[in-house]
């Protein structure tokens, strides 16, 4: 079984559109992490929930919304969505700390026209 | 501001030679470090971490990290490669000050292993 997934891996899609990527986890975790990496391989951390509360919001564009229906789940909806979006998004999870590991998605590739 | 630094962005070995990935942070408390490694199209997955106690580190797939205080270094080594090593490697803190697991990566080192 797949421990974090994401859904879809690759999203072509053109400037100005809106797109969805969903995550799920079923390690059982309570705190969930969405990162962006960009074409420099440079890892950024965008959010993260903990039993659906949001408890990091870096400064990222508000066009940028998560959404935690559930501890298990954590998407990411993207408005407007410009060249510079395309990345690699990463989901993670992880019981909630600091010492805790986190346990990656395999990414979604996005790759905005 | 905490920050992670890893001074080589790109490193090529022999297979079988010795590794050593640097890593150098920036952290006024306590940091709690962890080395990544993210293979070709893949997510990342945890080598080792260190929060207290022995310095060095023992993680999987044989390697281990020394955490030097004095250096604000925690540098990754392997002491013999294997082609499948041949992967992106990041080093990161994260904040003992907050609860909320946020890490800070540096920007990664690539090695690659020549055969």
């Known amino acids: 079984d797949t421990a974090v997934s994401q859904t879809p891996k690759y999203l072509v899609t053109q400037m100005g559109n809106d797109k969805s990527i969903k995550c799920e986890q079923n390690?059982?975790?309570?705190?969930m992490y969405w990162y962006k990496q960009d074409s420099k391989k440079f890892l950024k951390i965008m959010f993260s929930?903990?039993?659906?509360?949001?408890?990091i919001n870096e400064t990222v564009p508000n066009r940028f919304s998560p959404k935690s229906p559930d501890k298990a789940h954590l998407n990411l909806h993207i408005n407007s969505l410009e060249l510079g979006d395309s990345a690699v998004y990463f989901c993670?999870?992880?019981?909630?700390?600091?010492?805790?590991?986190?346990?990656f998605g395999p990414g979604t590739r996005l790759l905005v026209l | 501001a905490q920050s992670v630094t890893q001074p080589d962005i790109h490193i090529t070995v022999s297979e079988g030679a010795s590794l050593e990935l640097r890593c150098n942070y920036s952290?006024?408390?306590?940091?709690?470090l962890f080395w990544y490694v993210q293979s070709p199209g893949q997510g990342l997955q945890l080598l080792l971490k260190?929060?207290?106690?022995?310095?060095l580190v023992q993680g999987i797939k044989g390697f281990e990290a020394e955490f030097k205080r004095s250096q604000s270094s925690f540098n990754l080594r392997k002491p013999s490669v294997h082609w499948s090593d041949a992967a992106e490697y990041f080093c990161?803190?994260?904040?003992?000050?907050?609860?909320?697991?946020?890490?800070?990566f540096g920007q990664g080192t690539t090695l690659q292993v020549k055969p």
């Open positions: 993670a999870s992880s019981q909630r700390g600091y010492q805790e590991t986190q346990y």
């Open positions: 390690l059982g975790h309570d705190t």
């Open positions: 929930y903990n039993n659906k509360e949001l408890i």
């Open positions: 952290y006024g408390a306590t940091p709690y």
């Open positions: 260190y929060f207290s106690g022995d310095t």
């Open positions: 990161a803190v994260g904040a003992s000050s907050s609860n909320t697991g946020k890490l800070i």
